[in-house]
Structures are given as structure tokens and as C-alpha cells.
């Protein structure tokens, strides 16, 4: 079946979810924004300019869609001004934006302002709720799509890296090779320029979904196997399932939702993070498509750490509407959305 998002922002809203309680005192001025074509970098470019604050004092949780109506907190340091400041913020974007307008279908505006002694910090957020309106080119059947939605929030789906994540050009394998060979070999892991680390990001997501795709051909992606590295949900815990664990066990609080397998984000090894058996093979045949140079400049640059290879929506919930149809849930950070819709589309044509 075949469909399409975002034709208008409209039809894409996301809204983060951070469970915080601003102190009232300090430095950080936080503002809950609501802005549409414009991507989050562009928009703490935009807020530290009209506030006269550099961008390495303008942070944010997670990056958010361009094309789309997006809702998050920013804050910015103001050292003996953020109280004063809080009344008057949305009248001072709004003068900034009198004298430099935004271009048209572009727009940011303050919805809330707060003091709180600390920054905003990447990642702190808990997740993202949406509501997406999924256009269609075929008439949808209510009680097929409400079966799809119900499948998918039983059994979750592949937590791929979306199209977003690799940027207009679709990046793959040969690309990421070829620019991680253009770093230079002497560069610290803590003098990465953007670009590099962007593409030491973008190989990292190259190279898991390559090992989730191997899984989900061999149907292993969601099943317990011995060597695999699981994940403690909710939490950054993980652990190996080794020969003297109970399969049946393990593959009991994976179906609950108690623990997850995981899939590798490449870089210098953590031992206790180490998978092995048939899992250590299928890494260790994804990692070896990168070049040697590849290889030594992602391990030199970047520490290993995991990522579930599959996340379940809350609060799923999908309506047929004129277009096609729209649906709401939360995800937590890191999954993409367009991920569960696609999940969504392909478990509705599996019951047409």
C-alpha cells in the first residue's frame, strides 16, 4: 500500500514528553516552544540571536522533525538576567522577528517560560508523543487498521534509524566508508568536528540497521538466542545470555516486555557488552563490511554501546479519516516514528 506524510506540518505534530519541575532560581531561562519548517538547530540559532545568547549556551533534549508542528523545551543561559527575563520572552522574539522574518511557512513562537538551575540536556526528555495523518492511495477498512494497531502494540517493531536519520541523500555503507576514511587518522575522540561526528553517527546507524535487517531475515530479531546482549527496559542495563540461562525464561520476559535484545552500536568493545555464538557471528559479518580504515578510525573515535532492536508504542491508537487515516501514540527517545507507521502499513496489508 502505498502512502505519504507530511504534506502538510500540520499533519505531523510532535510534542516532547519531559517530566520536569523547574526550580523557579537560577541562570537557565527555559522556553516550551512550538515551531514549524524549521529544524531545532535553526531554531536555538534563531532564540540565541534574539536573546544575545552564543549557541554554545542554547541547548535542547533531542532534535525535532522539520516538516512538521513540533513542541519541546530549549533553555538558555542568562547569567543575573533569567528572571527578569521570563515575562517578556515572547514579546522579544516576537521584536526580533519584526525586524528579521522568518520565511514564509516558517514559524517559532514561545508557548511557556521558566527559571530552573540547570540546562537543558541532550536526552534528558523521556520520549515524544505524535499524532500523524498517514495519507493513503486505497480506502482504509476501520476494523483492519484498528487489528493492525493492535497487533503492532502487542508485539512492537524493528527500532530501525529512519530515512531522517541519514539525511536527503540516503546514505549507506559505501558512503559512510568513504567518509570515515577522510577523517584524519590523528583525530581525538573529543575534538570532533560536527561534520566527523556526524558521520561517525551516521555509520553507527548504517551498521545497526544492517544487523537488524540480518536478524529480522533469520527471524531472530525479537527471539532469545544464546550470546545475544539484552536490555533491562527502561533503564541503560544490559547483559549477555549465556549457555547456563534458561531460553524459555529469557524468551518469557522478552514477550512481557521485561527485557529486550539489543543490536550494536560500533566502537572500541566494552567486554561485558561483547554478544558471541550465532550473534557474535552476525555483528562480526556486518562490521567486517566496513574497510579496515573504516574500522580503525570508528573504533578510535567512538566507545560501543547497544540499542534495542525493537520498542513498542503507548497509547497507540489509529482512525480512518478522509485522507487515509490518522493515528496518535508515544514512543520513547530514539525511536522514529516513521518506523511504527510503516510497521503500522505493513501489518494492515498483511490482514487485507
Known amino acids: 500500500m502505498q502512502y505519504t506524510l507530511k504534506n502538510k506540518p500540520s499533519d505531523f505534530i510532535v510534542v516532547e514528553d519531559m517530566d520536569i519541575e523547574h526550580s523557579g532560581n537560577g541562570e537557565h531561562v527555559w522556553l516550551w516552544i512550538e515551531k514549524q519548517n524549521l529544524t531545532t538547530d535553526v ?34 543561559q542568562l547569567p543575573g538576567k533569567a528572571p527578569s527575563l521570563v515575562d517578556e520572552a515572547s514579546q522579544i522574539l516576537e521584536a526580533f522577528f519584526a525586524e528579521k522574518p522568518l520565511y514564509e511557512g516558517e514559524s517559532l513562537v514561545i508557548l511557556e517560560a521558566a527559571v530552573h538551575s540547570k540546562k537543558c540536556q541532550t536526552g534528558c526528555h523521556k520520549g515524544n508523543r505524535f499524532e500523524i495523518v498517514v495519507e493513503t492511495e486505497q480506502a482504509i477498512n476501520d476494523e483492519q487498521l484498528s487489528s493492525a494497531a493492535s497487533t503492532i502494540t502487542a508485539q512492537g517493531f524493528p527500532n530501525a534509524f529512519g530515512d531522517q536519520r541519514f539525511g536527503r541523500d540516503k546514505v549507506g555503507l559505501p558512503e559512510v566508508d568513504a567518509a570515515l576514511c577522510k577523517i584524519h587518522p590523528k583525530t581525538k575522540p573529543g575534538r570532533l568536528k560536527p561534520k566527523e561526528s556526524w558521520t561517525c553517527s551516521q555509520a553507527r546507524s548504517v551498521l545497526f540497521n544492517a544487523v537488524l535487517e540480518f536478524r529480522q531475515e533469520k527471524g531472530l530479531w525479537d527471539k532469545a538466542v544464546l550470546g545475544d546482549v539484552m536490555n533491562l527496559s527502561g533503564s541503560q542495563s544490559c547483559f549477555c545470555v549465556g549457555e547456563d540461562e534458561d531460553l524459555g525464561a529469557i524468551q518469557s520476559r522478552i514477550d512481557e516486555g521485561d527485557i529486550i535484545p539489543t543490536g550494536p552500536l560500533f566502537g572500541r568493545v566494552n567486554p561485558q557488552m561483547q554478544p558471541s555464538a550465532e550473534i557474535g557471528e552476525i555483528e562480526a559479518e556486518v562490521w567486517s563490511r566496513l574497510s579496515p580504515q573504516a574500522q580503525k578510525t570508528l573504533l578510535n573515535l567512538q566507545s560501543a554501546s547497544r540499542r534495542p532492536l525493537w520498542v513498542k508504542a503507548k497509547e497507540l491508537h489509529a482512525e480512518v479519516v478522509e485522507a487515509g487515516f490518522k493515528t496518535t501514540f508515544w514512543l520513547p527517545k530514539g525511536a522514529y516514528a516513521t518506523e511504527c507507521i510503516d510497521a503500522i502499513v505493513k501489518s494492515y496489508q498483511q490482514m487485507a
Open 43 to 76: 531554531a536555538k540559532s534563531l532564540l540565541g540571536k534574539a536573546f544575545d545568547v552564543q549557541l554554545r549556551n542554547v541547548s535542547a533534549a533531542g532534535k525535532k522533525d522539520r516538516h512538521a508542528v513540533t513542541r519541546q523545551w530549549v533553555s538558555l
